[in-house]
């Protein structure tokens, strides 16, 4: 095949897969069904293995397809599918409009060391230790993490301003939503990556696929038995190079009508380049071409650079902070172990499934998902743990373990997930105000779903929060609605291991239906 | 200085309230009366919530003696907790679109309908059955759950409170009809009329930790009061309030108590409840503070049966 539609194809194709997953992880209005979320995310590589291993159905078997796919088409995975390729395919093309010198690649020799050493190290760590040198190169997570923390943002800004607009008219069809960003540092590894990545797609095509991505390599092993590849024809071809200093990959050889198939991504962008229609690609043998260059966009790229560099600081100034109490609460809060997800099971066998893509964190209606810092440990570090400071985690709301690729939340229906214990409530008299102020409070116990936090009568006509643990779910409701500061008077502390909580009991009142009115 | 001039002003807004206390016509003072109305308080037994409300408000004048042509209305349910109307943690969702529609009637402009939840807000709208009522009804129904919604005010004379942030539609809204509902409360024992305030201002754990029954009051002197309180007691939450687990807590009552005066209001609803009134102390206070009155007997109550 030697046809230019071919490119096209790639290139229409690759944007379609960009828009629906950026689509899914900025859907801060949760307009898009589960059910789409799950389709989209089947073949994505690394989650789908992941999510085989924990389950084993053929339906989670989507990393089986990739490497058939592979066996017959080569790298295609890595131009058509993956979220993190299309996005450098674009950044490349805008790095080519910055500076021409951007996208004359050349033939280079490959980093043979480098890639196979990250393989084999990601191999035998995810095999021996468990996914933590995976979450921090799956390309997916990667693009995952780039969307949560970079992405969704600036689309809440942007809705921002346009309810913002609408407002002024009377309309409220959008609504203002509050950023409350993460921790500081939890943007240090996206931010690492976003200019690795960024930097090296913008000046060196796919190289970062080619050196970095575990992927990459393993499906260049794969590819190098492929049927369908690029091949050049010697007979025709003039040696004139162009397809060599257009080839994203730096992998076409032309001198000696060469292309190291372990590093072509398919991109087909050499077969629109060749002029001598040397280069063609099929099952065995041929050749053609094709160069664009558009405006400069020095300033837009720029301006991502600041907005992104000073988003953090943006957020953490609209975390708005409570007013203080008269007097402030004395006792440390003594958290044991953090609160994973529901679904999660234990926060081992949480931790050596989940690849801190973050879509779940993208996808909590309630914002009570955050990127952990130390909570797991170094090797946790970015995966999803509750912030009860932050926000509570909804009795009715199920989506985390919904939208999980790799099954390390397991998908809970809500009857299950409301009597799944994620954490414990404790409660500590002296922080709480009804002891300290003497005046009455109780948002906590209004805030529990399960009545887990309950009120027993105290001095006078006070009451005061007691616990009841055993029908506590640990959504951290009581913890986030408890105004004490610095410490709170009631928290939630993890539970290593998830357990069934009791359902809470209930038993009729005894007022009955009244006949006549008692004033 | 700021200070100085704010003490002046409330010790002497303080005396001013207290000769008048003393002459023995506060609830002139403080409660928007209308010409109409010939009751202090309506209380409606044995209907739908739409029907008693029907039935109420004609007692009252109709809703033409509250609201007026071209004038924006804000009707402020309770949409609290994200539950499904038979647990009646929110407001009857009937019950709001009929007062949504006899503000319409009466030749509103606009009716805004709003809560500042405590579950989360989208799932509270949707599943409290209010979102969908209002609209249907054609309120517009706004969001609460940016700070950016909420506006600084004063509240001169208050003990605990004397300053928050409330929702702009309090503010830019001509006319505000409250639509608690009625329900058992674990630390106050009881929510309607006063305590529904909760739901305007941003910051609601200023007055878990600032004395909360007394914030509870504090907030009843803010200038900008219900023309109306209509208190839902079609389906009550006898315990486990304000939330609510499960259907176990609920009883039909069947009945609706309609008033220009929120602390009677909250005082027919303790009874309603069957809690003393001068256990819920929010209501006490609020009446010393010449906010309302709470002493029944001494008001021209109007029973109907249905």
Sequence with gaps: MRSHNLRSFRILFSAIVLICFIAIFIDFKNLIPTKYINIILSLQFIPSLLKFHNIGTLASAGFIAVLILTFLTGRTYCSFLCPLGAGQDLNSRIGGKIRKKFRRYGFKKPHTIIRYTLLGATIIVTIIWGVYLLTLLDPYSIFGRFMTHFGKPVVIVLNNFVAWILHKFDVYTLDHITIKGFQLLTYSIPLIFLFLVGLLSLTKGRLYCNMICPL?????????????????????????????????????????????????????????????????????????KEHKTDTEK?????????????????????????????????????KTCPVCPPGGVSIENFNIDCTACSLCIAACPNGVLVPALLQYGVAGMMQPVMDYHKSFCTYNCTKCTEVCPTYALHPLALEAKKLTQIGKVNFVKDNCIVKTEKTACGACSEACPTKAVFMIPYEGNLLIPEVNTEICCGCGHCEYACPTTPYKAIYVDGNPVHVAARPPENIQTEIKTPVDFPF | MKRRDFLKKSAGAGLAAGAALSLGGYDKLWTPKSDFAKYDLVAVMGGTPE????????????????????????????????????????????????????????????????????????NCYKNSGIEKAAKSAGAKIVP??????????????????????????????????????????????????LKNMMGVVWDRGFWHSNNLNQCIADYALYEKKPALNVIDCYNVMVKNGPQGVSKEDVVQMKSQIITTD??????????????ETEIVEYISIAHRMGLGNMKLESLNIQRLKM
């Design chain 2, 144 to 193: 609460g759950n940016s700070e950016n919604y909420y506006q600084q005010i004063e509240i001169p004379g208050g003990v605990r409170l004397k300053s928050a942030k409330v929702h702009e539609l309090l503010l830019e809204t001509d006319v505000f009809i409250n639509v608690p509902v009625l329900k058992d409360h674990n630390s106050t024992r009881m929510t309607a009329c």
């Design chain 1, 298 to 334: 020095r300033k837009f790229i720029a301006g991502s650079l600041i907005l992104m560099l000073g988003l953090p600081q943006i957020l953490k100034s609209q975390d708005k902070t409570t007013p203080v109490p008269k007097k402030e609460s004395t006792v440390r809060e003594n």
């Design chain 2, 51 to 122: 029907a008693m409300f029907d039935l109420g408000i004609q007692e009252l004048g109709g809703m033409g003696a509250f609201v007026q042509k071209g004038q924006k209305v804000l009707v402020k349910p309770n949409i609290g907790w994200d539950v499904i109307p038979e647990l009646a943690a929110n407001t009857n969702p009937g019950l709001v679109a009929r007062i949504v529609e006899h503000c319409f009637k009466a030749g509103a402009k606009e009716v805004y309908v709003f809560d500042h939840t405590c579950d989360n807000w989208v």
């Design chain 1, 216 to 288: 990459g390599t393993l499906l260049g092993l794969f590819s190098k038995i492929s049927i369908f590849r690029i091949r050049i024809d010697e007979t025709k071809c003039t040696k004139c190079g162009r397809c060599s200093v257009g080839c994203k990959s730096s992998c076409i050889d032309f001198l000696q009508h060469k292309v190291d198939i372990s590093r072509c991504v398919d991109c087909y962008s050499c077969i629109n380049i060749c002029q001598d229609k040397a280069i063609s690609y099929g099952p065995v043998r041929l050749k053609k």
């Design chain 2, 262 to 275: 929120w602390v009677a209001g909250d005082a027919a609803a303790a009874k309603m409840l069957g809690v």
